[in-house]
């Protein structure tokens, strides 16, 4: 395979930063504070007036179903590949970014930042999935670098999923569960330190409400900060908030009311340029950028979900979202295209790009849909019947690529000190709008105790608007009428085992994609975008073994899109172009316990993906974007004696590229070289309620190169030990 093998310890972090700002001091000081005084006063107490907690060994890996109200079928039975990340598995790795966690899914590749888009920003089986990213089921679309701490899970379902989801999804989606209220009273928190000036604390309280039965308040905080171990001055600090209110629980009638703020002040790091279509060989502590670097995102999401059974029957459920998504950037990207070949490195200087820009999105998702069980005969059936109303909007304001005066640097030792000296006019003011109304239905029907038959159907009607007011001005409206379907066959042959075979299909309409994106530029005529469509064929089998303590999946896939979407526009390197990618693979995973004491999760996906069709018939044949062959997740713990538990993880990745599109200087493409990396932990149960823990991230402190994209390569973080207290009442 070709992999370079380096030791790992814990999942890749975020980049990291050393801040001196006294607001953000403040406030994770305050936060590690609050959990410190929290844990130290309840310890405090007697514990005769709680009841036993052990932190060590609560919850597990494997997860028995999806919270989807649309996939109600038990994970055994789910006929689709699909994995989920537990609360227990980020924790016991230390995750603290969303992208982190998706680590654990072998077939999804991290990608960079680019022009239109920071923060979270990967590919699912090859195909981009940026704006594949849901909360609770609905989208959540914005920019930013989504952090856990308000997670119950992490589901990652791959395949073409437009019939249950909507437009988008051609490689699969991401949802993020959030944690909702329980009818038992409980904090717990976390305290964290790491040899990367790594400062997090986390705060999660649960109260029932007296006197209200079935009621309850849930409330978790978050404040995080830190330098990236490895890579000078690029850093990160973030906080969040998230109440939520329940009522109804355990009855036929349930409302929960819940709020979400997430706030960062970053200095970001766009990694290392490529030289002649390699990683520049350059010290892994390069910083290109300048100190004045900024990347700020606000986003507050509210939400209204209400649900009434009507007996056996019926379910109704009703969800209702609107959020905002404000951003403001600049940051620095080293371009390395006026560097001769043969110029001596010591004496080459490398020009800085600018990506700029300033954007308030805003998001408006309703859903309403009926859930209904009946009988005909020895045949029971289960119908979702829906409508849904999408709306999103954005208007950034950009420079790019208007900036002169920019200082250059050296390529060997660049000079992070320089003041910033760029100037230019506002080149971008857009406004663009994407309305979407969509039905769907989705209808399973259980045959005797083997067989079942899913089939689901969407309709999706996108209608975009937009409008660049600078010149050259332009303006127009695209209205699609998308149809998307999906079908499985499921046979158990075992009550514990099944055998599927599905098949589906996804669209994107590329121009409204185009229309949100915030790109400087559009094609010549939008009449050039065509709506990008999607076709696989999956056959897989999922066995519970071991008393349902372990569960076994493989799958071999087939995915074919048409008219993929477009990366970024701003990159001559990625074509839009009219043409066809196929994916082929297989996959194989397995999650749960071994024995009582030995959790394991493992996975490897194996992937061919090429271009098909182009209308750049030089495209033909070269491999698809950010689509390593193999990937492999492994992460197990085993409970020792002494109250200890350790814990061992590998993450490997082979080569893969960042540019479709050979170099017209000398016709290859970009590509990362393959890696390995291992992860360590140990933990320590103090108490009843009260646990040690630490993470060793890269053993090795190797050099490896993590999230890809044609104008530069990220390197992965260095060795970084974390320490921890972690605590349950």
């Known amino acids: 395979m070709g992999w370079h093998i380096l030791c790992y310890a814990g999942t890749a972090r975020m980049p990291r930063k050393r801040y001196t700002r006294s607001k953000d001091k403040k406030t994770v000081a305050a936060s590690l504070a609050l959990a410190n005084a929290i844990l130290l006063g309840a310890h405090a107490q007697s514990t005769t007036q709680l009841p036993e907690v052990v932190v060590t060994g609560e919850g597990g890996y494997k997860a028995d179903s999806l919270s989807l109200f649309k996939n109600g079928e038990p994970l055994v039975d789910t006929p689709q590949s699909a994995a989920v990340v537990t609360k227990q598995l980020m924790e016991d790795e230390g995750v603290t970014t969303l992208r982190d966690s998706l680590r654990n899914v072998s077939g999804i590749s991290i990608g960079a930042g680019e022009g239109s888009y920071q923060g979270d920003n990967f590919s699912i089986r090859g195909f981009a999935a940026r704006s594949d990213i849901f909360l609770d089921g609905m989208t959540d679309f914005g920019s930013y670098n989504r952090d856990p701490f308000n997670l119950e899970a992490v589901e990652a379902l791959k395949g073409p999923s437009s019939a249950e989801f909507g437009r988008g999804s051609s490689g699969g989606v991401v949802n993020q569960v959030s944690k909702t209220p329980e009818l038992r009273a409980f904090t717990a928190g976390s305290a964290e330190y790491g040899t990367d000036n790594t400062q997090r604390a986390t705060l999660d309280i649960n109260q029932p409400i007296p006197k209200l039965s079935g ?86 999401i509210g939400a209204l979900r209400f649900e009434r059974d009507f007996g056996e029957h019926f379910t109704l459920r009703e969800q209702f979202r609107a959020g905002t998504y404000y951003r403001s950037f600049r940051i620095s990207q080293a371009d390395t295209g006026n560097i001769p070949p043969g110029t001596p490195l010591g004496s080459a200087l490398v020009e800085r790009d600018i990506i700029d820009g300033v954007s308030t999105d805003r998001l408006i998702d309703q859903d309403i849909s009926l859930l209904s069980k009946f009988d005909t005969g020895p045949v029971s059936h289960s119908i979702i019947t829906g409508f849904e109303y999408v709306h999103q909007d954005v208007d950034p304001h950009r420079i790019e690529p208007g900036w002169e005066d920019v200082p250059t640097t050296g390529l060997l030792n660049p000079n992070e000190n320089q003041r910033f000296t760029g100037h230019g006019p506002v080149s971008t003011i857009v406004h663009a709008r994407v309305d979407t109304l969509s039905a769907y239905l989705i209808h399973t029907m259980q045959i005797g105790k083997q067989w079942t038959f899913i089939g689901g159907v969407r309709f ?114 990625l074509d839009v172009f009219n043409g066809r990618e196929r994916v082929i693979g297989f996959e194989l995973g397995a999650v749960g316990r071994l024995t009582e004491k030995w959790r394991v999760l493992l996975n490897y996906t194996y992937q061919y993906g090429k271009i098909t069709a182009s209308s750049d018939p030089t495209l033909i044949g070269h491999p698809v974007l950010n689509a390593p062959k193999n990937t492999v997740s492994l992460w197990t713990t085993y409970d020792l004696p002494w109250k200890l538990q350790a814990g061992f993880g590998l993450y490997a990745v082979s080569k893969r590229t960042a540019s479709e599109s050979p170099d017209p200087a000398n016709g290859l493409l970009m590509e990362a070289p393959g890696y390995a990396t291992l992860s360590a932990m140990l933990k320590y149960q103090l108490n009843r309620n009260v646990e040690i823990q630490a993470n060793i991230d890269n053993l090795t402190n190797q050099y490896y190169y993590d999230g890809v994209h044609p104008g530069h390569v990220n390197p992965g973080e260095g060795r970084v030990l974390f320490i921890g207290t972690n605590f349950k009442f």
């Open 215 to 300: 009621a309850a308040f849930r409330l978790n905080l978050m404040a995080d900060r830190s330098d990236v171990a490895g890579r000078d001055d690029a850093g990160y600090a973030r906080w969040g908030a998230a109440p939520s209110l329940a009522f109804g629980i355990d009855t036929p009638t349930r409302l929960l009311l819940s709020y979400f703020h997430q706030s960062e002040d970053n200095t970001p790091d766009y990694g290392i340029p490529w030289l002649y279509d390699k990683p520049a060989p350059v010290d892994r502590r390069n910083f290109y950028g300048f100190k004045s670097d900024y990347l700020k995102t606000d986003v507050n």
């Open 460 to 573: 999706d009607r996108p209608t975009s608007r937009y409008s660049e007011t600078v010149e050259p001005a332009a303006r127009f409206s695209a209205t699609d009428d998308l149809f998307s379907w999906r079908s499985a066959l499921v046979y158990k042959p075992l009550p514990n085992g099944s055998i599927y075979l599905a098949a589906g299909t996804s669209v994107h309409p590329n121009i409204q994609q185009l229309s949100i994106s915030s790109e400087p530029t559009l094609p010549p005529s939008t009449g050039e975008v065509g709506v990008g469509r999607n076709f696989e064929v999956e056959v897989g089998t999922k066995w519970d073994l071991f008393a349902q303590r372990l569960l076994v999946t493989g799958a071999v896939f087939w995915d074919e899109q048409k008219n993929p979407a477009p990366v970024d526009l701003d990159d001559p390197l």
